[in-house]
């Protein structure tokens, strides 16, 4: 989730990104898992991707078309998945427990079970660390915005 423009060179980007992708928390976001290699991503969510030319990390952007900015985010590190999350709001995606990106903070609260709030700048990120995996729910002006898989205890606000 980086509520940022996106600074990529970005390729055609008709992939197979999900029309509406899937969150299963400690799991997978998208289908795509951590510690997963960068081709089975490839495999998952296309070929065409932009890269992220500003980013710490090597970070793959996956949108619907060229230059969109709806889509999700894949951080790898030694050629596997550290983290993925959607980047803005992309339409159509939502958490297995029937939470859609949108929904009031209360929801979120609701229905993700026990999650700690962690103020980040211009954005809150709720989150619940389980068998080594942090899930994110990022929450802007009391909105569900987006969601985010990485490793428990890793900093939600990068």
Known sequence: ?????????????????????LLVPGRSLGGVTLGEPAAKVRA??????????T??????YFTYAK??????????????VTA???VWRPPGWRA???LELGAVEAQVTKLAGPVVPIACSGYDALVRDAHGVRTVYYV?????????????RADPCR
């Open 44 to 53: 998952t969510l296309g070929r065409f991707y932009g890269v992220c030319e």
């Open 67 to 80: 230059w969109e900015r709806d889509g999700v985010a894949v951080e790898l590190k030694r050629d596997r």
């Open 96 to 98: 297995a427990a029937c």
């Open 140 to 152: 802007v002006d009391g909105k569900l915005w987006g969601f985010g898989l990485m490793a428990a």
């Open 1 to 21: 989730m980086r509520l940022l423009a996106l600074a990529a060179v970005v390729a055609s980007t008709t992939g197979s990104l999900p029309k509406a992708g």
């Open 55 to 60: 980013c710490r990390r090597t970070t793959w």
């Open 84 to 86: 993925v999350y959607t």
